[in-house]
């Protein structure tokens, strides 16, 4: 069984086939399935990181958004004669469930259980000496390839006086004691859109700032979506805003804006900074491995190998979303160029949901990229206002969009809605296998459920048919015979 590294030994060269350098779940899954392989297999975390899920996709932030929606639906339960008006939100309380699912989940990033999976960790910092080895304290490691899984960190924009004020991250805002009154959130990409609807959720007055348009990359119908309900619950929205100095004022916080309606003041009791992250890559020495790098990260080809054949890298640390799920696939294209020695390549139909609710889930190509890429295009909708079990639950709200070519190919889905995280999987299988529309449309889906709403709108694919006279008469003498 392999030995956690005891960095106070003589120093020593080890030389296993893979080791990956990161804590994630990328990391950890690259490092679990080389060593289920056969490999020898090297990890080197940080020391910070042993068994923390923060390194999990925002495992607490989740949690936190999950027991807000709670709170709201309790309160906001008239419609089902159920009086909420004495529910309150204990922060106490709420920490306490943060704690117990870190608690719940941190025996399964520990470095005592991938240990015992035959995996050799290391803790601390990992540095390229050159382009064939790796250094972590005393020790060297010379692997025949590398994976770097070093995952990110959030970013702070540059604003005039934003160093002068006490700025909460995605990870901060979560010790928080007790509810802001008055909360300014700045990024509206999916994590501070997340995070304003859960803080507003519990109370609090919450107010986005976002440079451009929110969830750009996303299909905007659906954003809109996302956006009217935040409007119905009191969330104010400025988009396409620049911030020209952040500074303090009154007993909190305030902020200098450029909306396209002109200049304007907001103040707020917390800011919290939600501008995206950045790779988390100094330090590690890519300069001296030969690998190359931007600010978006390390560039890698389509089988996620750098400019160092030796090494490779995936996740956040070249730029791709703060998603396990993308992160674990990647691991394991890497792991079919390297232990398995196969030309695997990643491919780009990995799905993607931003948590707010309703929930906006996209795999695929959007309609916007489906129209560039394809000279003509089939784009099929359901609204969930037609679907019985979001009639039965009082939550109506959001529509299906499939995207597919003239022969029936399904090229893309958009889903908004209560549980679209959980719907998108069944479309990214079909984008992923290339199926058939058809496929889809005969489909037997349980009943009353929200994935009811994917078979309609792949049915309505055939609408167009049933309306040509020479079917309609050939269904006529059916019905006779």
């Not at 004495?86 to 991938?114: C, I, M, Q, W």
């Not at 931007?294 to 080809?301: L, P, W, Y």
């Not at 639950?393 to 908004?416: F, S």
Request: net charge positive; charged share 20%; glycine share 12%.
């Amino acid at each position: 069984m392999a030995q956690i590294a005891d960095r106070g030994k003589a120093p020593q060269v080890l030389t296993p086939d893979i080791c990956v350098i990161g804590a994630g779940p990328g990391a950890r899954a690259a490092a679990m399935g080389a060593a289920a392989a056969g490999a020898r297999t090297a990890l080197v975390m940080p020391e910070h990181a042993d068994g923390h899920p923060f390194h999990d996709g925002g495992v607490p932030a989740k949690a936190l958004i999950a027991a807000a929606r709670r709170f709201a639906c309790a309160r906001d339960s008239a419609v089902f004669g159920i009086d909420g008006t004495a529910v309150t939100a204990d922060f106490g309380k709420l920490r306490e469930h943060l704690r117990d699912v870190t608690a719940a989940l941190a025996p399964n990033a520990s470095a005592a259980r991938l240990g015992g999976l035959g995996v050799n960790v290391f803790t601390g910092g990992a540095r390229f000496a050159d382009a064939h080895m790796l250094t972590v304290g005393e020790t060297t490691i010379a692997a025949k390839h590398y994976i770097v899984a070093a995952g990110a960190r959030p970013a702070i924009p540059l604003i005039p006086g934003l160093d002068t004020v006490t700025a909460l991250t995605e990870e901060t805002v979560l010790g928080l004691d007790g509810c802001p009154r008055q909360l300014i959130v700045i990024g509206g990409g999916a994590t501070g859109l997340e995070l304003a609807q859960a803080f507003r959720h519990l109370g609090a007055g919450v107010t986005l700032v976002e440079a451009r348009r929110p969830l750009g990359e996303e299909d905007p119908e659906a954003v809109e979506v996302v956006l009217t309900q935040f409007a119905r619950e009191g969330i104010e929205v400025l988009a396409d805003t620049a911030i020209r100095e952040v500074g303090r004022g009154g007993d909190g916080i305030r902020l200098t804006l450029e909306t396209p309606a002109g200049a304007r003041t907001i103040e707020g009791s917390h800011l919290l900074v939600a501008a995206g992250r950045r790779p988390d890559i100094d330090g590690l020495g890519l300069d001296a491995a030969g690998i190359k790098f931007n600010a978006d990260g390390v560039i890698v080809d389509r089988r996620l190998r750098t400019t160092n054949p030796k090494v490779f890298a995936i996740g956040e640390a070249i730029g791709g979303p703060r998603a396990a799920h993308a992160a674990e696939y990647q691991a394991g294209v890497v792991l079919g160029n390297t232990v398995l020695r196969l030309p695997a390549k990643a491919v780009d139909a990995l799905p993607r949901v931003t948590f707010t609710a309703p929930e906006l889930a996209q795999t695929g190509l959007t309609e916007a990229q489906a129209m560039q890429r394809h000279r003509r295009i089939r784009v099929l909708r359901w609204a969930l206002h037609d679907n019985d079990r979001a009639q039965i639950e009082r939550d109506p709200c959001g529509h299906i969009k499939v995207i597919a070519d003239t022969r029936g190919r399904i090229l893309g889905a958009t889903l908004v809605s209560t549980d679209a995280g959980e719907m998108i999987s069944a479309w990214t299988l079909a984008v992923s296998r290339k199926l058939d529309i058809g496929a889809m449309a005969e489909l037997a889906v349980p009943y009353p459920t929200r994935g009811e709403v994917g078979k309609r709108a792949a049915a309505t694919y055939f609408s167009p048919g049933l309306k040509r006279p020479l079917l309609q008469r050939m269904m006529r003498i059916l019905r006779r015979a």
